[in-house]
């Protein structure tokens, strides 16, 4: 008589080993179908190739190598023409940090930028709320005045202004002088204040149109069922604005705060052709300090210069730098408000 084996299990009986079928197996994630990729072969390659050597040759020649050849001047004591004999290494650094005029430069840019940035945002966000309006007529007309200044030459702008600003004759003047209120000597460029507020307003004229352009298109994004409910709701225009619209658009108004900033720091052409660096050198910018040390007087002082603008990039990169953590958190709330 066979005896049945003792390690016999029913038929139904689970197997003993642990290891998932085959089945059972979590199936992989499919990579995005072929058809999504587009890469260039065979003469295609050689095309985009063709396309990209211009700007690739470009960007080298006009961005790369002024780039590397600031770093390199800003060693030497080099007037700009003439063999690069004359090393002094750090010396340039260490005359710029106990130069009085660079960082008085340094001061107005900063005082600049933020002048025309506190100015030029709120205004032109303004100008935004008012020209979305669906009620308003004549939109297209008002965006055209508002952004007309913009294509003006930056020099052509600042000789216009003097002839308007000007002292003896200026149109600003002799409305002042025909309304009583001065003697019609009024000159705006001969104190400092004046004239680096003067420097403000014009440019924040100038460039009104392009931040007002910027804030549209970020009113664009707000959905208008928002609205909607927060007037059934009760809610006015005030409430609408703190509670929906400067929330909703809050990382985008981050980027352009930064842009602003460092736009503004890049001033150059109103400062030449309005005040020269006056009264004296009370209105001097870094841009118009490195543009004086370079080609304002003999000898020139080519890598002095060179020194300034690379100490001044790196201010400015640290300014940006720490703006970064703010772009971080509005790149949060972009994808929270879904803008």
């Given amino acids: 008589m066979a005896l049945a084996p003792t390690g016999s299990r029913p038929p139904d009986a689970a197997p003993s080993s642990t290891r998932p079928a085959r089945a059972e197996r ?9 058809g999504n990729r587009e890469r260039p072969a065979g003469r295609d390659r050689l095309w985009v190739a063709a396309f990209l050597v211009p700007f690739i040759l470009l960007y080298a020649g006009f961005t790369l190598w002024p780039l590397i050849a600031t770093v390199y001047y800003s060693f030497f004591d080099w007037s700009g023409t003439g063999p690069l004999d004359q090393f002094v290494g750090g010396d340039n650094y260490r005359r710029l940090l106990s130069d009085p005029l660079f960082w008085q430069a340094v001061v107005n840019t900063l005082l600049f930028a933020v002048g025309t940035t506190l100015i030029k945002l709120p205004l032109s966000l303004l100008a935004a709320l008012v020209l979305t309006r669906k009620w308003l007529r004549g939109k297209k007309v008002l965006r055209t005045v508002f952004f007309a200044p913009l294509i ?7 000789l216009v202004f003097t002839y308007l600003l ?8 002799s409305a ?29 004229w100038q460039v009104f149109g392009q931040y007002m352009i910027y804030w549209m298109a970020a009113l664009q994004n707000v959905p208008d069922e928002l609205y909607e409910a927060a007037a059934l709701d009760g809610a ?34 109103l400062v030449v052709t309005l005040t020269g660096g006056g009264p004296g050198t009370s209105t001097y910018v870094v841009s118009y300090f490195i543009y004086r040390q370079a080609f304002g007087s003999l000898p020139f002082a080519y890598g002095y210069a060179s020194a300034a603008a690379l100490l001044f990039s790196v201010m400015a990169f640290l300014l940006v730098t720490g703006q970064g953590l703010f772009v971080r958190r509005a790149q949060k709330l972009r994808k929270e408000y879904g803008v």
């Fill in 152 to 158: 003006i030459p930056v020099a052509m702008a600042g």
């Fill in 236 to 269: 006015g225009e005030w409430q609408k604005l703190t509670r929906i619209t400067l929330p909703m658009i809050r990382p985008v108004a981050v980027v352009i705060v930064m842009l602003a900033l460092v736009n503004a720091m890049h001033v150059f052409g």
């Fill in 176 to 204: 002042l002088h025909g309304l009583g209120l001065t003697d019609g000597t009024t000159d705006v460029f001969a104190d400092r204040w004046t004239a680096m507020l003067a420097l403000i307003l014009i440019s924040v």
């Fill in 26 to 34: 979590r199936p992989r994630p499919k990579g995005p179908p072929e």
């Fill in 166 to 173: 000007n002292p003896s004759n200026g149109a600003l003047n």
